[in-house]
């Protein structure tokens, strides 16, 4: 029965089966970050493309190469948002948000959408979660979202989960080691990738997240940042990690994580787990201590992290079982169906889930339909307006009083 016509490549449907296993991660994010206090917040799923060039960075990979942009009717530039943050920032400044108390605490579910080359774990529309602390530049902020995430990971019992952690520095005190680090990509430019080389003025943090086998050996003796990190930017950095470690959080340390988006500052962090092949990062975040002044606002620190669901899915690799049904009505005769109809309505009413037959079925093909979609129970409506209730694991079948079906099925096992 297929059509000539298929999911855009990168994209994929979430059939039923698949949406189970969503709802229950979404479900157990929701609860766990509700919890710690932040509220949910939604943004359009496009926004003006200057949003993404200013707040990711014209630099990155992202808006280089990978947003969905185009010109709306009014000749507007719109980009189909391939990242949450900075349009929750954009939020906050759009709705005042700093007037109410701080930290604003937010967390987002929802598609995102970048040009990537795809791949298991990559695609062109993909699903996050996400949680943001907006207005504290506290250790405590960056510890808390980061045990968010790791709770949630663990809840959820994703196998094989590790976490790294990194700092960036304020900008300031990065300037003295962007200088040095592009001292060091000159010095070896000849063994560099050309992306590599051709951003080493613009962009030379990127060297580190680079597959390219010459430009690693180059890496491997650069000078990092964390070694680099001085006075107030190496005190959080040291409060950040004892507070993991008096949370019990395990962590180590990679000087050489970086992430690709350029709003970073201070803490960065990332959780990779090893069943998910290439595309081994599951979720990850930082600190965000300039972005909303880049926007246009007032200096505001943040902190926050993004988690890929279809890497969370893909991780966790287990079905959630079909709910099933609390009953099925058939009917013996068609001068029942009416009657099947209300009482379906009656039991829904009541928490039950119940279905009829929308097929014109004979008895026999109801209840073997019924069969098919899991009915635990079916009511079978006869001619003469009496019921019968049939055990569907053990063929066990009794007439029934209609009035007390609820009652009945409701305490079913
Ligand atoms: P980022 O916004 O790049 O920090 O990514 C945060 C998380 O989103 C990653 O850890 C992944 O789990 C997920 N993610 C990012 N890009 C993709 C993609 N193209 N396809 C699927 N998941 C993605």
């Given at each position: 029965m297929?059509?000539?016509?298929?999911a855009?490549?990168g994209?994929?449907d979430?059939?039923p089966?698949e949406?189970?296993?969503r709802a229950?991660?979404?479900r157990?994010?929701a609860?766990?970050?509700?919890?710690?206090?932040?509220e949910?917040?939604?943004t359009?799923?496009?926004e003006?493309?200057e949003?993404?060039?200013?707040?990711?960075?014209r630099?990155t990979?992202?808006?280089?190469?990978?947003?969905?942009t185009?010109?709306?009717?009014?000749g507007r530039s719109?980009t189909l948002?391939p990242e949450?943050?900075a349009?929750?920032c954009?939020?906050y400044?759009?709705?005042?948000?700093?007037?109410?108390?701080?930290p604003v605490?937010?967390?987002?579910?929802?598609?995102?959408?970048?040009h990537?080359?795809?791949?298991?774990g990559?695609?062109?529309q993909?699903?996050?979660?996400?949680?943001?602390?907006i207005g504290?530049?506290?250790?405590?902020?960056?510890?808390?979202?980061i045990?968010?995430l790791?709770?949630?990971l663990?809840e959820?019992?994703v196998?094989?989960?590790?976490?790294?952690?990194g700092?960036?520095?304020?900008?300031?005190?990065?300037?003295?080691?962007?200088e040095?680090?592009k001292?060091?990509l000159?010095?070896?430019?000849?063994d560099?990738?050309?992306?590599?080389?051709e951003?080493i003025?613009?962009?030379p943090l990127?060297?580190f997240?680079s597959?390219?086998?010459?430009?690693?050996?180059?890496m491997?003796s650069?000078p990092?940042i964390?070694?680099?990190?001085d006075?107030?930017?190496?005190?959080?950095?040291?409060?950040?990690?004892?507070l993991l470690?008096?949370a019990?959080?395990?962590?180590?340390i990679d000087?050489?994580?970086?992430?690709?988006?350029d709003?970073?500052?201070?803490?960065?962090?990332?959780f990779?787990?090893?069943?998910l092949?290439?595309q081994?990062e599951?979720g990850?975040?930082?600190?965000?201590?300039?972005?909303?002044e880049q926007?246009?606002?007032?200096?505001?620190?943040?902190?926050?992290?993004?988690?890929?669901i279809?890497?969370?899915a893909l991780a966790?690799?287990?079905?959630?079982?079909?709910?099933?049904?609390d009953?099925?009505?058939?009917?013996a005769?068609d001068?029942?169906?009416?009657?099947?109809t209300?009482?379906?309505?009656?039991?829904?009413?009541?928490g039950?889930s119940?279905?009829?037959?929308?097929?014109?079925?004979?008895?026999?093909?109801?209840?073997k339909?019924?069969d098919?979609?899991g009915?635990?129970?079916?009511?079978i409506?006869?001619?003469?307006?009496?019921?019968?209730?049939?055990d569907?694991?053990?063929?066990?079948?009794?007439p029934?009083?209609?009035?007390?079906?609820?009652d009945e099925?409701?305490?079913?096992?």
């Amino acid at each position: 029965m297929a059509s000539k016509y298929q999911a855009p490549r990168g994209t994929f449907d979430v059939l039923p089966e698949e949406a189970r296993n969503r709802a229950r991660i979404e479900r157990a994010a929701a609860t766990i970050l509700a919890r710690a206090g932040y509220e949910r917040i939604a943004t359009p799923a496009f926004e003006d493309t200057e949003l993404f060039e200013r707040g990711v960075g014209r630099s990155t990979d992202i808006v280089r190469k990978e947003m969905f942009t185009f010109e709306d009717k009014g000749g507007r530039s719109i980009t189909l948002r391939p990242e949450g943050t900075a349009p929750i920032c954009r939020a906050y400044l759009e709705h005042g948000m700093h007037k109410l108390a701080q930290p604003v605490k937010l967390f987002y579910g929802g598609p995102f959408f970048r040009h990537e080359r795809p791949q298991a774990g990559r695609y062109r529309q993909f699903h996050q979660l996400g949680a943001e602390a907006i207005g504290s530049d506290s250790p405590l902020a960056d510890a808390e979202l980061i045990a968010l995430l790791f709770e949630l990971l663990d809840e959820l019992g994703v196998p094989g989960v590790e976490l790294q952690l990194g700092s960036l520095g304020s900008p300031e005190s990065r300037q003295a080691y962007l200088e040095e680090l592009k001292a060091h990509l000159r010095a070896h430019q000849d063994d560099l990738s050309k992306d590599v080389r051709e951003r080493i003025e613009l962009n030379p943090l990127r060297a580190f997240d680079s597959d390219d086998e010459g430009t690693r050996v180059v890496m491997a003796s650069a000078p990092t940042i964390v070694e680099r990190l001085d006075g107030e930017d190496a005190e959080h950095f040291a409060e950040v990690r004892s507070l993991l470690d008096a949370a019990g959080i395990a962590y180590s340390i990679d000087p050489t994580l970086v992430r690709g988006l350029d709003y970073y500052t201070r803490t960065i962090f990332s959780f990779v787990c090893d069943r998910l092949g290439a595309q081994s990062e599951i979720g990850g975040g930082g600190r965000y201590d300039g972005l909303i002044e880049q926007l246009g606002g007032p200096p505001t620190p943040a902190v926050g992290w993004a988690a890929g669901i279809e890497r969370i899915a893909l991780a966790l690799d287990e079905a959630v079982e079909a709910p099933g049904r609390d009953a099925f009505i058939a009917v013996a005769a068609d001068e029942q169906r009416r009657r099947a109809t209300t009482l379906a309505g009656e039991l829904r009413h009541a928490g039950i889930s119940a279905e009829v037959d929308l097929a014109d079925r004979g008895l026999k093909g109801q209840l073997k339909h019924a069969d098919r979609i899991g009915a635990r129970r079916v009511v079978i409506l006869e001619a003469d307006g009496s019921a019968q209730l049939r055990d569907m694991a053990s063929g066990e079948q009794r007439p029934v009083e209609a009035g007390r079906l609820a009652d009945e099925i409701g305490s079913a096992p």
